[in-house]
């Protein structure tokens, strides 16, 4: 089939390219033109495991484009741009524009699939709206709609994607078959199809359920501490349990999906009590370790990771900035080391006269570092701050203070 696949980013642009590799001949099109251009001398625009070996295989089937017009002439269209959250609502602005183009270039028979997360409805509601009104055609009858989200961890997008079970809702069961027959082409998992306001919140559900979880693990890394024990043991033991699954316990939780994704269920129902108050006890873990660094009356500290998870040199939402702002407002000199975020910043440099670290992102490379030096070169007080479980013992020669670390804080 011929595709456009609107959106070259972290989801947008591996989806395109395992299309291609699938024998479907693909036109990627995105408002940033410089992206376009790097894609078109064959640069790819972010790191992801096995995209440079994907570009490589797919590219004689894909080509970058800026123009819309390009859809006049394929099958299938996905749109799979940003949905960013305003005042803890979904900003669609991107989806929305891109719907509009879509319309004024629909043709007759075209399937048109959305993979952005969006607040449950948004499909079969605005978006199919903004379809018709744009195009004179009809919903199911002249084209067909359908919503198919993402289910790829970043860090191993493009393995989940092929090989992760896949939910996909039409808006009618023809354009759900449609759309499965498009996806089969290169998901090894199972698909499954249901309406497209299910796919939709369930699609919000998988993120929303992570972060109530989280909460969880952080309230009871607050009673560990005060009990006196270990939570990571607690919870470790407590998994033992074949129907038990609690996360775990950290500084804070980042990225572009988990802090979003549940206000678009809280967005469809304000009367939400648990969902909102998880996101509040996750955002509030920094707190206590900025309350710990005041009370030592600490005034030099090196924030070790930037990135909203280990291993990834994604920053958004990380919970780092929020760490670093609280700080800084308490008069606090921060610096941040992070070699993949910053691979130009050197350890030295980011804990000269330094006086505490915190382990806000436990990145791999961190476990080869030289702790007792490290130690041995920040100035007194010396306090190492562990929000991520990153020590299994607490490193000698300076105080600790370690989340759920009730045993040894
Ligand atoms: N985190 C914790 N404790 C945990 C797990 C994570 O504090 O037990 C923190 C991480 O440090 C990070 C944040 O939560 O700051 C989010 O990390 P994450 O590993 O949960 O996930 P994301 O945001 O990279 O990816 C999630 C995934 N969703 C699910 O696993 C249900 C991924 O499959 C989605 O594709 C992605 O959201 C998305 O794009 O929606």
Redesign the pocket.
Known sequence: MKVGVIGLG??GLPTALLLANAGHEVVGIDIDAKKVEKLRNGILPFQERGLEELFEKAKKNFKATTDYSSLRNVNAIIVSVPTPMKDRKMMGDYVFNAMEMVGKNLKKGQLVILES?VTPGTTAGKVREILERESGLKAGEDFLLAYC???????N?IY?MVH?DRIIGGIDEESAKRAKELYSTFVKGNIYTTSSTVAEMV?VV??T???V??AL??ELAKIAEKIGVNVYEVIELANKHPRVNV?????????????I?PWFLVEVYPEAKLIPTAREI?DE?VNDVVKIIEKTGIKRVTIFGEA???D?D?TR???THKLRDLLERRGIEVRIYDPIVHPNISLDKAIKNSQCIVIS??HSIFKDLNWEKIISSLEEPKLIVDG?HFFEKPPSGALFYGIGRGDVN
Do not use: F, W
Request: charged share 25%; aromatic share 6%.
């Open positions: 972290y989801i997360t989200p993402e289910r790829a961890i970043p860090g997008t989940e992760n699609k998988e993120n359920y992570r972060d979880n989280i693990a952080n996360h775990q316990p950290g500084i804070g939780v980042g990225g572009h999906c988990l802090p994704d996750n873990m909203y998870k280990p990834v994604d939402e990380s919970p992102t436990a991520r």
